[in-house]
C-alpha cells in the first residue's frame, strides 16, 4: 500500500518514529519494563506490520532516519538492523523460529550498553580505557542481562553472546548449526548499519561502499542476500548519475541494482522545485555512485518524493 495523502505520510512517520522511540524506552531501561521479553515481541510484530503496508516506504524512512542523524542512536540502529534481520530471512527462506530468534537478538543485542552507545555516537574523542572495557564484554553482558529479563530463547541469547565473535566468520554455513548462520547475518548487518550511520566525529559511508565492505568475500551467501533484498542502493539512500544530477533512491525494481530514483537537484547542485521520477532500468542517466547523506545537505519534501514512488508502484 503506497502513500495516497499528506495525512498518511504524517501518520505512518510518527508510527515508525513512535515505534523507535518505544524500543529506545525499554533498551534504556529494561530492569524497569515489565515482561521485557513479550515487549520485545509487540515491538518485532509492530515492525512487521509497517513493513507490510509499504516495505520499499519502510526502507526510505528508515534509511533517512539513521544516515541523518545520531541522535538516539542506539535505538535507530537495533530497529534498522531487525528490519534488515527480517527481510534477509526472507530472502533465504529461514524457518519463522529461527526469524524470530534473530530479529529479536537485532531489537536487543546492545541492551548493556544503549546509554554509551548513544554518547559514543555523539562524541568526537576515541572511547576511553573503560569505554572499550564495556564495548568488549557487551554481547556476553548483554546475553545474560536478557536471561535475567526472563528471555527463554536459547538461540536469541546466543546469537546476542556472540555477535561480535570473529569466529563465527570462519564458518562453514553449510554445515554449520542454525544460530551459526542466524549470528553471522546479524554481526554482518550491524557492520553495514553502522557504517552508514554518522558520528559527530565523522560522516556515515554510502550505502554502496558499506555493503561492499561487509560482501568483501564475495562466495559470502549472507552479504550476497543483503544486497539481492534491499540493493546496492537501498530506498532513502542518495546516488550520482550519468548525468552528474543528484538523485534519492525511491523504490526497488524487479530489475537488482536499477532502482526507482526521484532526481533532486541538477548537475549544478541547484536544488528541483519539483523532483522528477526516473527509472534507472530504462534509458537515460543510470546510476554512476552512491551517496553518503552528507552530500545532501538540503531539506527535502518526503512526501512530495514518496509520492513519486507510490505512482512508480502503480504503474511499473
Same mark, same amino acid.
Given at each position: 500500500?503506497?502513500?495516497? #495523502?499528506?495525512?498518511?505520510?504524517?501518520?505512518?512517520?510518527?508510527?515508525?518514529?513512535?515505534?523507535?522511540?518505544?524500543?529506545?524506552?525499554?533498551?534504556?531501561?529494561?530492569?524497569?519494563?515489565?515482561?521485557?521479553?513479550?515487549?520485545?515481541?509487540?515491538?518485532?510484530?509492530?515492525?512487521?506490520?509497517?513493513? !507490510?503496508?509499504?516495505?520499499? @516506504?519502510?526502507?526510505? =524512512?528508515?534509511?533517512?532516519?539513521?544516515?541523518?542523524?545520531? @541522535?538516539?542512536?542506539?535505538?535507530?540502529?537495533?530497529?534498522?538492523?531487525?528490519?534488515?534481520?527480517?527481510?534477509?530471512?526472507?530472502? =533465504?527462506?529461514?524457518?519463522?523460529?529461527?526469524?524470530?530468534?534473530?530479529?529479536?537478538?537485532?531489537?536487543?543485542?546492545?541492551?548493556?550498553?544503549?546509554?554509551?552507545?548513544?554518547?559514543?555516537?555523539?562524541? @568526537?574523542?576515541?572511547?576511553?580505557?573503560? !569505554?572499550?572495557?564495556?564495548?568488549?564484554?557487551?554481547?556476553?553482558?548483554?546475553? *545474560?542481562? *536478557?536471561?535475567?529479563?526472563?528471555?527463554?530463547? +536459547?538461540?536469541? =541469547?546466543?546469537?546476542?553472546?556472540?555477535?561480535?565473535?570473529?569466529?563465527?566468520?570462519?564458518?562453514?554455513?553449510?554445515?554449520?548449526?542454525?544460530?551459526?548462520?542466524?549470528?553471522?547475518?546479524?554481526?554482518?548487518?550491524?557492520?553495514?548499519?553502522?557504517?552508514?550511520?554518522?558520528?559527530?566525529?565523522?560522516?556515515?559511508?554510502?550505502?554502496?561502499?558499506?555493503?561492499? #565492505? @561487509?560482501?568483501?568475500?564475495?562466495?559470502?551467501?549472507? +552479504?550476497?542476500?543483503?544486497?539481492?533484498?534491499?540493493?546496492?542502493?537501498?530506498?532513502?539512500?542518495?546516488?550520482?548519475?550519468?548525468?552528474?544530477?543528484?538523485?534519492?533512491?525511491?523504490?526497488?525494481?524487479?530489475?537488482?541494482?536499477?532502482?526507482?530514483?526521484?532526481?533532486?537537484?541538477?548537475?549544478?547542485?541547484?536544488?528541483?522545485?519539483?523532483?522528477?521520477?526516473?527509472?534507472?532500468?530504462?534509458? +537515460?542517466?543510470?546510476?554512476?555512485?552512491?551517496?553518503?547523506?552528507?552530500?545532501?545537505?538540503?531539506?527535502?519534501?518526503?512526501?512530495?518524493?514518496?509520492?513519486? +514512488?507510490?505512482?512508480?508502484? !502503480?504503474?511499473?
Amino acid at each position: 500500500m503506497s502513500i495516497q #495523502s499528506e495525512n498518511e505520510y504524517e501518520d505512518l512517520l510518527s508510527l515508525w518514529s513512535d515505534l523507535e522511540s518505544g524500543l529506545g524506552v525499554i533498551l534504556g531501561s529494561p530492569a524497569s519494563t515489565q515482561e521485557f521479553a513479550h515487549r520485545v515481541l509487540q515491538y518485532d510484530r509492530w515492525m512487521q506490520s509497517l513493513l !507490510q503496508r509499504d516495505p520499499d @516506504v519502510g526502507l526510505y =524512512l528508515l534509511f533517512q532516519l539513521a544516515s541523518n542523524s545520531p @541522535v538516539g542512536y542506539s535505538a535507530s540502529h537495533s530497529l534498522v538492523c531487525a528490519v534488515l534481520s527480517h527481510l534477509i530471512a526472507l530472502e =533465504l527462506a529461514i524457518a519463522q523460529p529461527e526469524r524470530d530468534s534473530l530479529v529479536h537478538a537485532a531489537l536487543t543485542m546492545n541492551v548493556a550498553m544503549t546509554a554509551m552507545q548513544d554518547e559514543l555516537a555523539t562524541q @568526537v574523542e576515541k572511547p576511553t580505557p573503560a !569505554q572499550q572495557d564495556a564495548i568488549r564484554v557487551h554481547a556476553a553482558k548483554g546475553a *545474560l542481562m *536478557l536471561g535475567n529479563l526472563g528471555v527463554r530463547d +536459547g538461540q536469541w =541469547l546466543d546469537i546476542v553472546a556472540n555477535h561480535h565473535d570473529d569466529a563465527i566468520d570462519k564458518a562453514d554455513l553449510h554445515t554449520a548449526p542454525p544460530v551459526i548462520r542466524l549470528t553471522r547475518i546479524l554481526k554482518m548487518v550491524d557492520r553495514y548499519a553502522a557504517m552508514i550511520s554518522p558520528r559527530t566525529s565523522r560522516t556515515g559511508r554510502s550505502a554502496a561502499e558499506s555493503a561492499r #565492505s @561487509v560482501m568483501a568475500d564475495k562466495t559470502d551467501t549472507v +552479504g550476497h542476500a543483503l544486497v539481492r533484498a534491499v540493493g546496492l542502493c537501498p530506498p532513502g539512500t542518495y546516488v550520482r548519475l550519468d548525468s552528474d544530477e543528484t538523485a534519492v533512491v525511491l523504490r526497488r525494481s524487479s530489475e537488482p541494482n536499477h532502482p526507482f530514483v526521484a532526481v533532486i537537484a541538477k548537475s549544478t547542485g541547484e536544488l528541483i522545485p519539483s523532483p522528477r521520477l526516473h527509472r534507472t532500468a530504462r534509458n +537515460g542517466p543510470q546510476i554512476r555512485s552512491a551517496l553518503p547523506a552528507s552530500a545532501v545537505r538540503a531539506r527535502l519534501n518526503h512526501f512530495q518524493i514518496l509520492r513519486l +514512488g507510490a505512482y512508480a508502484a !502503480q504503474n511499473p
